[in-house]
């Protein structure tokens, strides 16, 4: 960050930067969680979930970007070691052990909650105090939000969809 951008920030610089690293390290496990699920989804709704998925696979991917490059305009450093991710972020990676759409939709859209909470906190932290991180973390919180009434939405359709299909015909 430059000298007059650090002279006008008024945040906690060191703070900052440790909250984009939790959040840096959830975009990657969220990323993961994605990906993976779209590769191994088995079930209702199979074809609809896989495609989102791998949507919100690149929107995870490139939103870690940007907190990487924000991370670094600020004179931090991204945390650089992968296993470091799991141990400092708080939106946490739940291994998909059962492949059904159902449960991974909603192990995902718990991560979506917590992502949302996390970007309306940094924004709350940001606002009126570090113009760039602020837009930065209100430009990913639209996509978080987005994300979580996308997997909302399917967890309906899958219910409905259940009470149809269970439902006896005369």
Same mark, same amino acid.
Request: aromatic share 10%.
């Given at each position: 960050?430059?000298?007059?951008?650090?002279?006008? %920030?008024?945040?906690d610089?060191?703070?900052?930067? /440790?909250? $984009? &690293? =939790?959040?840096? #390290?959830?975009?990657?496990?969220a990323?993961?969680?994605?990906w993976?699920?779209a /590769?191994?989804?088995?079930?209702?709704?199979r *074809?609809g979930?896989?495609?989102?998925?791998? =949507? +919100?696979?690149h929107?995870?991917? @490139?939103?870690?970007?940007? $907190? %990487?490059?924000r991370?670094? =305009?600020?004179?931090?450093t991204?945390v650089i &070691?992968p296993?470091?991710? #799991? *141990?400092?972020?708080?939106?946490?990676?739940?291994?998909?052990?059962?492949?059904?759409?159902k449960? $991974?939709?909603e192990?995902?859209?718990?991560?979506?909650?917590?992502?949302?909470?996390?970007y309306?906190?940094?924004?709350?932290?940001?606002?009126?105090?570090?113009?760039?991180t602020f +837009?930065?973390? @209100?430009?990913? $919180? /639209? *996509?978080?939000?987005e994300h !979580?009434q996308?997997? !909302?939405?399917f967890?309906?359709?899958?219910?409905?969809?259940?009470?149809?299909y269970?439902?006896? #015909?005369a």
């Amino acid at each position: 960050m430059g000298d007059m951008a650090q002279k006008i %920030a008024k945040v906690d610089l060191g703070e900052l930067i /440790r909250v $984009l &690293n =939790e959040a840096f #390290s959830e975009e990657w496990l969220a990323y993961y969680q994605y990906w993976i699920g779209a /590769r191994i989804a088995q079930g209702q709704m199979r *074809k609809g979930v896989v495609e989102e998925f791998k =949507e +919100h696979a690149h929107d995870e991917r @490139e939103q870690a970007e940007m $907190l %990487a490059d924000r991370i670094i =305009e600020l004179g931090g450093t991204p945390v650089i &070691n992968p296993d470091d991710w #799991s *141990k400092i972020a708080k939106c946490k990676y739940d291994a998909p052990i059962k492949p059904d759409t159902k449960t $991974l939709v909603e192990q995902v859209l718990q991560s979506e909650r917590c992502a949302v909470g996390r970007y309306q906190g940094i924004c709350d932290m940001c606002f009126g105090k570090d113009y760039k991180t602020f +837009h930065i973390a @209100e430009k990913i $919180l /639209r *996509k978080e939000i987005e994300h !979580e009434q996308e997997m !909302e939405d399917f967890l309906k359709d899958m219910t409905v969809a259940k009470a149809y299909y269970d439902t006896p #015909s005369a």
